[in-house]
């Protein structure tokens, strides 16, 4: 599987852009502020529906143009799919080979990403958010009808909410309702945790040279060993609560993360470095999860590695590329930061004021 094509238009400084990609390494390199994220962001939108940049998709339409345009072209070997998401202000489209898809999950299984940036290292200094989405893409990898679940508990959250406006016996009704889509979501969640969390610890002593160990774990903020009863124990105790604060204080959208090296949290106690390491290590394990759970390798979006790497990262990086059988993207000044056996095919693109030219 990979990104043959995509059509931009009143994107970000893209004003209208078509290229043809590698299957293999495809880089994007130039001057700062000319464009190189845009497009790795503009190509994580076409595969995740979300942006690593913004909660408001609208805010990356072109200043001055109504409406936005994403289109890309996967191939999986077999045939091609189109995927495309355009949206105004005020609306939204999102289409799969031309139609409507036909769930969340069927439209984000066709072009699988792994997205690492500078914006990740918030997962180590503590972001509890970004901690939670990193489970939820390792769950969504592991169970493609995971990301139903997620929806389906955020909708009854949100409904949830809403009642505690309304009045206590709605409040009820939907506590029972976020008990049941909570658990599904907190059991999957568990699972991939316990799974993957020795992937990223191998990963991570080979990076560092195996000097601590790495820990990650969920804490949720109710008792999972009572199951869904519990969350819903959890739920009708705290409706007084709830309604005074305005706000659901229990379920999977409040679980805490933690991180610990060597025995303490890495939030804390942790170098600059340190961060660097695990986050890479974590981004890295994800890939091969997907690639071991259903088989695909993700393609693999990298901004701007060499302001978070240094060298001897750079080169853990580049001997994993190098056997890494997923397509690439990298966003960076420099043509070739990540040094490589060059054993891969790689294509290079010029990036300037929003224009892109493939090399
Ligand atoms: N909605 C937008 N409309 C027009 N230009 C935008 C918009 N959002 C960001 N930009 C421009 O995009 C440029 C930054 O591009 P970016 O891809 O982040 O740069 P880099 O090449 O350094 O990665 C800036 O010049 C910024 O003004
Ligand atoms: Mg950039």
């Not at 059991?187 to 020795?198: A, D, I, N, P, W």
Request: charged residues 30%; contains cysteine; hydrophobic residues 35%.
């Amino acid at each position: 599987m990979f990104l043959e094509k995509i059509f931009f238009e009143n994107f970000r400084n893209i004003k209208d852009l078509g290229l043809k990609f590698s299957p293999s390494i495809n880089i994007f390199f130039g001057e700062n502020a000319q464009g190189k994220t845009n497009t790795l962001e503009g190509i994580n939108i076409i595969s995740t529906l979300g942006s690593f940049r913004t909660r408001k998709i609208k805010e990356s339409i072109r200043e001055g143009e109504k409406k936005a345009l994403l289109k890309g072209e996967v191939n999986d070997g077999y045939g091609e799919n189109t995927l495309s998401i355009s949206f105004s202000r005020d609306e939204k489209k999102v289409l799969c080979d031309g139609k409507q898809p036909a769930s969340a999950g069927s439209y984000l299984s066709v072009f699988p990403t792994v997205f690492f940036g500078p914006s990740d290292m918030e997962m180590a200094r503590g972001d509890q958010s970004l901690r939670r989405k990193y489970l939820d893409r390792a769950a969504f990898f592991e169970d493609r009808s995971y990301i139903e679940k997620l929806r389906r508990y955020k909708r009854t959250l949100l409904q949830r909410n809403e009642a505690l406006l309304k009045g206590v016996r709605e409040i009820e009704s939907w506590s029972e309702f976020l008990a049941a889509a909570g658990w599904e979501v907190a059991v999957k969640r568990m699972e991939s945790l316990s799974k993957l969390r020795e992937r990223i610890s191998s990963i991570h002593c080979e990076i560092s040279g195996g000097k601590e160990e790495v820990e990650i774990f969920c804490r949720p903020s109710w008792n999972m060993e009572e199951g869904p009863e519990g969350l819903k124990k959890a739920l009708l105790e705290s409706i007084e609560e709830d309604v005074k604060r305005g706000f659901t204080h229990h379920g999977p959208h409040r679980d805490k993360i933690k991180y610990k090296l060597g025995g303490r949290e890495i939030s804390e106690h942790g170098s600059q470095g340190q961060h660097r390491t695990l986050v890479l290590s974590m981004k890295l394990a994800l890939l091969l999860w997907s690639k071991e759970k259903n088989g695909v390798f993700p393609a693999f979006l990298l901004d701007d590695p060499g302001s978070e790497l240094d060298k001897k990262r750079l080169g853990f990086l580049g001997e994993f590329l190098d056997s890494y059988e997923g397509q690439v993207f990298i966003a960076s000044v420099e043509e070739n930061d990540i040094p490589s056996r060059g054993e891969r095919e790689k294509k290079s693109y010029f990036v300037k004021g929003g224009e892109i030219t493939a090399l």
